[in-house]
């Protein structure tokens, strides 16, 4: 990882949060976001000298970024953005509602965050930009369609920043931590298997980020995985 200063968005739980917990363990100042400020006062309430909070909802694209900057501010500036909010849904019955959250979340909120993060290393002289995708992007899905699709977005979106980081020769690192299935709430798939624990994916994702990867799969094994899923032929992906 690039510089001891981290902002992890969404980090009241889940892999977020874990996350949050070992970087500070491992002697990084963090600043720690989501919508459910009492969470995050909890957390800051543990080690008060090694967090600060921002509460807001990064769906209001109006004023996440006022909180962001404000945040970088409290920091004395920041190294490392991860971005871990995001979610989503099965959504057999094709309700619009629910595709519309994720793209509202996954794509429209995060497309606003990793760019202003680009732009804040880009006018910094460097920086690390991660985000947490996942391997259901790496093709589509009949009982998840708008996840795997908002997914797949996100993946090509920082593949695409990585390339204008590379070609515009900017000390810009960009890391697509992809899980499999992590044990928190969201993973609601009806067949899990291979379901990390979300303290070892943390560590996991923090070994990744401290080694620069571009690509961190969580765990391991879901390296294998993805790129099965990803080269399987189409006539044996539209009978599954
Ligand atoms: N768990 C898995 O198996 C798995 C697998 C592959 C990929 N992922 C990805 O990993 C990321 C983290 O998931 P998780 O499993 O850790 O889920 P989680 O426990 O539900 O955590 C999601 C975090 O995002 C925040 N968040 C959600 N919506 C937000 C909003 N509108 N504004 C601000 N913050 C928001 C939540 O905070 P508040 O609720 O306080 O706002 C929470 O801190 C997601 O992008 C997910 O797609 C998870």
């Known amino acids: 990882m690039i510089g001891k200063r981290i902002i992890i968005i969404g980090a009241t739980s889940g892999i977020g949060r874990a996350l949050a917990e070992v970087s500070v363990a491992e002697g990084h100042t963090v600043g720690i976001t989501g919508r459910r400020e009492v969470l995050l006062q909890e957390i800051a309430a543990e080690r008060p000298l090694c967090y600060h909070t921002a509460a807001f909802d990064i769906t209001d694209t109006d004023t996440s970024i ?5 945040l970088a501010e409290a920091m004395g500036g920041v190294d490392a953005i991860v971005v871990s909010a995001g979610g989503g849904n099965t959504n057999a019955a094709l309700d619009f509602e ?3 959250h994720m793209i509202d979340l996954n794509v429209r909120a995060f497309t606003q965050l990793v ?3 680009f732009t804040y290393f880009k006018a910094k002289g460097g920086g690390h930009l991660a985000a947490i995708t996942s391997v259901a992007g790496m093709r589509g899905s009949r009982q998840a ?3 795997s699709a908002t997914k797949a977005y996100q993946i090509n979106y920082l593949a695409g920043l990585r390339q204008k980081a590379r070609k515009e020769q900017l000390n810009i690192v960009v890391t697509d931590i ?3 299935f992590v044990d928190t709430p ?3 798939s009806p067949v899990r298997f291979w379901v990390a624990p979300v303290d070892k994916a943390a560590w996991q ?3 990744g980020l401290h080694k620069q990867r571009n690509k961190v799969y969580i765990t391991r094994r879901w390296r294998l995985v ?5 080269w399987l032929p189409d006539w044996l992906h539209e009978r599954m």
Do not use: N, V
């Not at 006022?66 to 404000?70: D, K, Q, V």
């Open 66 to 70: 006022a909180h962001l900057e404000g």
């Open 98 to 100: 629910i595709e519309q």
């Open 115 to 117: 760019d202003w993060a």
């Open 145 to 147: 369609p708008g996840y």
């Open 178 to 180: 992809c899980p499999g």
């Open 186 to 188: 969201m993973a609601k």
């Open 205 to 207: 994702i923090y070994r």
């Open 226 to 230: 993805a790129w099965l899923y990803r």
